[in-house]
T-cell receptor
Framework: AQTVTQSQPEMSVQEAETVTLSCTYDTSESNYYLFWYKQPPSRQMILVIRQEAYKQQNATENRFSVNFQKAAKSFSLKISDSQLGDTAMYFCAFTNTGNQFYFGTGTSLTVIP | GAGVSQSPSNKVTEKGKDVELRCDPISGHTALYWYRQSLGQGLEFLIYFQGNSAPDKSGLPSDRFSAERTGGSVSTLTIQRTQQEDSAVYLC?????????????FGPGTRLTVL
């Protein structure tokens, strides 16, 4: 069975600073996708970034980047130059089929002005 | 508005009543997913549809839960004889197809409260 673990229920960061959110997962599959989704207080989830397991290069989307360590089954999200709009719940997710997605329990991030 | 919509946004019901939750996916999206988000929990996968077909219903928590999709579009999640533990936010998402790299587009959810 696939599992996704986010061990940091809450985090905070000063505006303009950098924060890293942790995610680990467990799978015996060799190819899969990992995602970070953001859920602002308005509740609608949006995709932040995704990474294919076969790609060694870490994905980057503007201020968001990942540190993907396949052997360690770790997929952390780094947010640089944090902005007030980054305040949200962040969920790490995994799929190896596209049929079923496994989500972690989330990290609540607060950006402090 | 081309996003995923869900109705109602909030539903309060009494224990034992049936409820029906609706999801309108993005037009043309063949894959549709239902999740349950309980307080302090992550998203619990319930069921997915490819077209009108739901190949795997094992994620549904009990036989009180059922879902259908018609015309490859609108989906309804029905909970019969609701229990207090069914209280949660029910999220629907759609994607262009079920390829694993595809982004899921989420609706705003339905907050269900069972008294």
């Amino acid at each position: 069975a696939q599992t996704v673990t986010q061990s940091q229920p809450e985090m905070s960061v000063q505006e303009a600073e950098t924060v890293t959110l942790s995610c680990t997962y467990d799978t015996s599959e060799s190819n899969y996708y990992l995602f970070w989704y953001k859920q602002p207080p308005s509740r609608q989830m949006i995709l932040v970034i995704r990474q294919e397991a076969y790609k060694q290069q870490n994905a980057t989307e503007n201020r968001f980047s990942v540190n993907f360590q396949k052997a360690a089954k770790s997929f952390s999200l780094k947010i640089s130059d944090s902005q007030l709009g980054d305040t949200a719940m962040y969920f790490c997710a995994f799929t190896n089929t596209g049929n079923q997605f496994y989500f972690g329990t989330g990290t609540s991030l607060t950006v402090i002005p | 508005g081309a996003g995923v919509s869900q109705s109602p946004s909030n539903k309060v019901t009494e224990k034992g009543k049936d409820v029906e939750l609706r999801c309108d996916p993005i037009s043309g999206h063949t894959a549709l997913y239902w999740y349950r988000q309980s307080l302090g929990q992550g998203l619990e996968f319930l069921i997915y549809f490819q077209g009108n077909s739901a190949p795997d219903k094992s994620g549904l928590p009990s036989d009180r839960f059922s879902a259908e999709r018609t015309g490859g579009s609108v989906s309804t999640l029905t909970i019969q004889r609701t229990q207090q533990e069914d209280s949660a936010v029910y999220l629907c998402a759609s994607s262009s197809d079920r390829e694993m790299h595809n982004e899921q587009f989420f609706g705003p959810g339905t907050r269900l409260t069972v008294l």
